[in-house]
């Protein structure tokens, strides 16, 4: 871990894989949230909370800026299962003729671990119409 990690800092910006994992503090939600829609890079992003409204809503600001949302999750590789996904200069170079098809289709992933928790918070936020995000793939 590096830390305290700023704006600043070139390693603030750089596309992370490990296994140096940078950790900035931010004093409101729209910071971070700011900072990844300014990124160049959009792979993955992890969100903790138990507020359906708020998780809800982070997940629809986000599921446009990266290709996998981790809610109460680390950000993490696989299961293999997945192809490779990414937005913006993430996914440079990783298209195939057939995938630059299907481009405008691009599927997105909510991922969560199986606690009953877990389950009842994204019951919540599809039930109570919390997150516009109710064609996403749920992966438990």
């Not at 691009?106 to 599809?126: D, G």
Request: glycine share 8%; net charge negative; charged share 25%.
């Amino acid at each position: 871990m590096l830390y305290p990690v700023a704006p600043g800092m070139r390693v603030f910006h750089e596309e992370q894989f490990g296994p140096v994992v940078p950790v900035a503090v931010y004093d409101d939600v729209e910071e971070p949230v700011r900072a990844i829609m300014e990124s160049p890079y959009g792979q993955q992003a992890s969100l903790f909370g138990r507020d359906p409204e708020s998780v809800g809503r982070l997940v629809d600001r986000l599921v446009n800026q990266v290709c996998r949302v981790n809610v109460n999750a680390q950000c993490q590789r696989g299961p293999d299962a997945f192809p490779f996904t990414g937005r913006k200069d993430s996914a440079e170079g990783t298209l195939s003729v057939s995938d630059a098809l299907r481009v405008f289709s691009i599927r997105t992933l909510a991922a969560t671990r199986a606690t009953e928790a877990n389950k009842e918070l994204f019951s919540r936020i599809v039930r109570e119409g919390r997150g516009t995000f109710l064609n996403t793939d749920w992966l438990f």
